[in-house]
Every structure is written in C-alpha cells, then in structure tokens.
C-alpha cells in the first residue's frame, strides 16, 4: 500500500511558478506509477502529467504541455511537478496519485491518492 501527500500549492500570479511535491511512503515505491491530477468545483477531476516508475517514460495534457514538468526521486520517495508560466486557467487543486508499474490519463486507474493541494493563479 502507499499513501501519498501533496504540498506545495499557493497564490501565485499569471506568468509565475510554482513546485508541488508529493511524497510517498512504502518500500515499493519505485514500482508505482505517479500522475498529477487537478479538479476544478463543479468539474471532473482532470489528468495533468504521469511519470513512469523509473521515471524513464512522462506523459502530458495539451493544456499543460512545455509549461509543465513531472519527475520523480525514488530514493527519497518524492514526485514533483514544476508548473511555469502560470495562467488563470491553472487554478484547482492538484492531486497525486499512484499506481502499479503502469501510467495511465483515466483517474479511475490509480488506486492510490493525496487529499490535495490548492493552486490559485490571479490574473
């Protein structure tokens, strides 16, 4: 089993950057799949990156791609999500999540996940 908790969320302005981390307990971590998800009220819940369990392999929605970036250190049990060039649009919370080997953009795949961070972008 592996849980997961989000940090990092905050104010910023358009144009700015922002980090969030998740941190995962468990011995196999390096064998799950991360992905980044966000949720705006009202919306379904929408995938952002994923990352490979070796990191190796990212995947990325349009809406965020070149602005985005997910990694992962496995030795310390940590996924990140460098978010630049922040638009309004960006704002929700962001959710991590884990899964078994494989990344996918379904949340219904992931079957490990954080309670959130909140990210608001001002115009």
């Known amino acids: 089993q592996v849980q997961v908790v989000e940090s990092g969320g905050g104010l910023v302005q358009a144009g700015g950057s922002l980090t969030l981390s998740c941190a995962a307990s468990?011995?196999?971590?390096?064998?799950?799949?991360m992905g980044w998800f966000r949720q705006t009220p009202g919306k379904e819940r929408e995938f952002v990156a994923a990352?490979?369990?070796?990191?190796?392999?990212?995947d990325y929605a349009d809406s965020v791609k070149g602005r985005f970036t997910i990694s992962r250190d496995n030795a310390k049990n940590l996924v990140y999500l460098q978010m630049n060039n922040l638009k309004p649009e960006d704002t929700a919370v962001y959710y991590c999540a884990a899964r078994w080997r494989s990344y996918f953009r379904e949340t219904h795949e992931y079957d490990y996940w954080g309670q959130g961070t909140q990210v608001t972008v001002s115009s």
């Open positions: 990352i490979s369990w070796s990191g190796g392999s990212t």
């Open positions: 468990g011995r196999t971590f390096s064998s799950y799949a």
